[in-house]
């Protein structure tokens, strides 16, 4: 079966540092999402992403991060200037196509930022 | 802004009993609403989910209703076993005007054998 795949699965970079984190959708998806979560928390929506453009985002997602889908499989996230409470797992998860399947998220294993 | 009470934070029960897990949401343009369990270290995987056309829905051990009017969804898990233990997350989905998922502060589940 098909799966959302991140790498690295754990990055550790000092305060200040650029970081960019990977993920490789589902081949035929066409929504792509990245989330965060802070060590014991909920779940928090950053950013969609669907026809090569952001769709929502939240207030967590300011200035410093960016998303990006360079190539026909890749959905990135990148953080300019990392800061010590942007420490958390980051997932990414894509859904596809069709009025029932444009729902369904399916998550990526997710990678564990460490900014010390 | 948009968002998703989940009660309890906490639930114990013994295995064999039922569990049930209840979340509010105030956008009232969510019509998607998943739920997510959550082992430790591991992703979100989804256990069942409802649109919001529908009131009720099942599936072995699990069933979810959706009150639309009242803003309400909650997750019956019945026969509960020790594999059941972990956290779960509802949340809700707004997919028009944009595509966004708001997730509930989750509950800790403890199945006890």
């Known amino acids: 079966e098909p799966e959302v795949t991140q790498t690295p699965s754990h990055q550790v970079t000092q305060m200040g540092q650029e970081v960019i984190l990977r993920c490789v959708p589902i081949?035929?998806?066409?929504?792509f999402y990245w989330y965060r979560q802070i060590l014991g928390q909920k779940v928090e929506f950053l950013v969609s992403f669907y026809n090569n453009e952001i769709s929502e985002k939240s207030e967590i997602f300011d200035d410093q991060f960016s998303v990006e889908r360079p190539d026909g499989s890749n959905f990135t996230l990148k953080i300019r200037s990392t800061k010590l409470e942007d420490s958390a797992m980051y997932f990414c998860?894509?859904?596809?196509?069709?009025?029932?399947?444009?729902?369904?998220?399916?998550f990526g294993p997710g990678t564990r930022l460490t900014v010390l | 802004g948009e968002n998703v009470e989940q009660h309890p934070s906490t639930l114990s029960v013994q295995e064999g009993d039922s569990a049930v897990i209840k979340c509010t949401y105030s956008d009232s343009a969510s019509n998607y609403f998943p739920w997510y369990k959550q082992e430790l270290g591991k992703r979100p995987q989804l256990i069942i989910d409802i649109r919001s056309n529908v009131g009720e829905k099942k599936d072995q051990r699990i069933a979810v209703t959706l009150n639309k009017t009242a803003k309400h969804f909650s997750l019956h898990i019945t026969e509960t076993q020790p594999e059941d233990s972990a956290v779960y997350f509802c949340?809700?989905?707004?997919?028009?005007?944009?595509?966004?998922?708001?997730f509930g502060a989750g509950t800790r589940l403890f199945v006890k054998a």
């Open positions: 081949s035929n998806h066409l929504y």
């Open positions: 949340a809700a989905t707004r997919n028009t005007g944009g595509f966004k998922t708001i």
């Open positions: 998860a894509s859904s596809g196509w069709g009025s029932s399947s444009t729902d369904t998220q399916y």
